[in-house]
Nanobody, 114 residues
Framework: QEQLVESGGDLVQPGGSLRLSCAFS????????MAWYRQAPGKQREFVGG???????NYTDSVKGRFTISRDNTKNCVYLQMNSLKPDDTAVYYC????????WGQGTQVTVSS
């Protein structure tokens, strides 16, 4: 059964950068659309961005130009590079494969605060 494990969350100052990683255990990684979601306190989980098996990426408007998703099929990993972080980016970030009814990681906390 596929498992996803996120890492890289931390406390960072506004304007700073973080890189989140998601390690996928399973043999079907290379065909999955991989996505990042986030959930801030008191809010619903929202789509941040995703990347197809052909490396086509899309993002929610609030992170376009600041966040970049990439994947390494040789390592079964997907990454979320986050630059110019804002306090509104504070959330638990989740890795997902196979869509909302697919597989989820346990989440990693990102806190943007001075």
């Amino acid at each position: 059964q596929e498992q996803l494990v996120e890492s890289g969350g931390d406390l960072v100052q506004p304007g700073g950068s973080l890189r989140l990683s998601c390690a996928f255990s399973g043999i079907m990684f290379r065909i999955y659309f991989m996505a990042w979601y986030r959930q801030a306190p008191g809010k619903q989980r929202e789509f941040v961005g995703g990347i197809s098996s052909l490396d086509n990426a899309n993002y929610t408007d609030s992170v376009k130009g600041r966040f970049t998703i990439s994947r390494d099929n040789t390592k079964n990993c997907v990454y979320l590079q986050m630059n110019s972080l804002k306090p509104d980016d504070t959330a638990v970030y989740y890795c997902n494969s196979g869509g909302p009814n697919g597989f989820w990681g346990q989440g990693t906390q990102v806190t943007v605060s001075s």
